[in-house]
């Protein structure tokens, strides 16, 4: 989680933020229900903490829009019916709405069949995965998301030391009260983290990159190679590559993440550019009715009971906490809509320069 935002940072509140994010969609050619659900997902992820996914991305959303990488107005598509399982292609529409609509199609199957798995091809960024395990937690469904990145190479894997991965998201969500939501990339480190680091922000941990030769490097020109201190940062400059979390364990995680949303959906694992710059998530989901597996009062018991026991388990530092995933996010949740997004004084001069440009009108 991003919750270590520089002294300097602007405070803005959520509402406001909101709004201006939709009507900068709106002005680049979006719906008012598309723009909303943009604007509503990306101030989601400011909320939980992981503002790598959050307003920061507007800029280069509405690029890729302009571009005509990602199309407004898309939906996702039927490719394969078979019931209890579908494979859908979002046509490179925007992943808000997409992938929202491959968990809405999720949901209504496992209310019928108990389970359903529902492949989701051609998206554009679907943003925080987390977003869409809330989404069938508030269906009472367990969900389990595979992604990955189909046209971004970022990532070594295991033993290696050239990219072969993309950042590929696990995430899993099962409806307890407060509802578990584990939600992370399989990288060490989300790229934006090493952005934030190049732009003298939080420094990297010291294993986070790996250098050609297979030295460890926490210098973000592994990744982006020599940069001006404003100036552009480009993945595709660095000879080097992010490491894959948790040793072999982590780097098998990711590519099973890349074989399932992108081999078996069809929209390709992680790979070089296809398209004119073209970037896609695949998505492989699996959802589940606790209410069709048997007792669903007496698994949210033992659910619950469950959390509530790790939770207990001694600190190993003197005032620590043991959390259960989700947790962070939701505490973050309830401060910052209470106080404001913070954001650093760059991605919110980024997004205004943005707003202007389209002829939005920008707060004072
Ligand atoms: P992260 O490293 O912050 O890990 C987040 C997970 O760890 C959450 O489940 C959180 O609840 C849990 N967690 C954090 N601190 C904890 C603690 N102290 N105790 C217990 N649990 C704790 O996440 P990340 O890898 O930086 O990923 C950030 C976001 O980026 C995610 O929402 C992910 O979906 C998104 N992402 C999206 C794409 C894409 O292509 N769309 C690619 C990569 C990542």
């Not at 201006?20 to 990306?42: M, N, P, S, Y």
């Not at 069938?136 to 595979?146: C, D, K, Q, T, Y």
């Amino acid at each position: 989680m991003d919750t270590d935002i520089p002294g300097e940072a602007v405070l803005i509140g959520a509402a406001p933020l909101e709004a201006l994010v939709r009507d900068i969609f709106l002005a680049a050619g979006c719906d008012a229900e598309e723009a909303g659900r943009i604007a509503r997902h990306l101030l989601g992820a400011n909320l939980a903490g992981h503002d790598s996914h959050g307003v920061a991305r507007v800029p280069r959303y509405v690029e890729w829009k302009e571009a005509g990488h990602v199309l407004a107005g898309r939906n996702a598509a039927i490719v394969t019916d078979g019931g209890a399982f579908a494979l859908l292609d979002g046509q490179f529409g925007f992943g808000q709405t997409v992938a929202a609509q491959a968990t809405a199609l999720g949901i209504e199957r496992a209310r019928s069949h108990g389970a359903a798995v529902i492949g989701l091809r051609n998206a554009g960024h679907i943003g925080r995965v987390g977003a869409y395990a809330e989404q069938a937690i508030e269906a009472g469904l367990i969900s389990v998301h595979f992604v990955n990145v189909a046209g971004s190479t970022l990532v070594a894997p295991f033993g290696g030391t050239e990219r072969r991965f993309s950042t590929a998201p696990f995430c899993v969500g099962v409806p307890t009260a407060p509802p578990v939501v584990l939600d992370f990339a399989t990288s060490r480190v989300a790229e934006g983290k090493v952005l934030v680091a190049s732009q003298g922000g939080k420094p990297l941990p010291p294993d986070a990159l790996i250098e050609p030769d297979g030295r460890l490097s926490a210098d973000p020109r592994t990744l982006y190679g020599p940069y001006e201190k404003a100036g552009p940062r480009n993945p595709a400059g660095g000879a080097g590559a992010i490491r894959a979390f948790g040793e072999h364990k982590g780097s098998g995680l990711a590519f099973v993440c890349e074989l399932l949303a992108g081999a078996l959906t069809g929209g390709g694992c992680s790979g070089p550019v296809r398209e004119r710059g073209r970037i896609a998530n695949g998505m492989l989901s699996v959802f589940l009715s606790p209410r069709h597996f048997g007792d669903e009062a007496a698994f949210r018991r033992a659910a619950e009971e469950y959390v509530a026991w790790v939770k207990s388990c001694r600190p190993a530092e003197p005032g620590g906490e043991v959390l259960a995933p989700g947790e962070p996010e939701a505490r973050l949740r309830a401060k910052r809509l209470a106080e404001g997004v913070p954001l650093q004084p760059d991605t919110w001069e980024s997004i205004l320069r943005c707003a202007r440009r389209l002829g939005v009108p920008t707060p004072a």
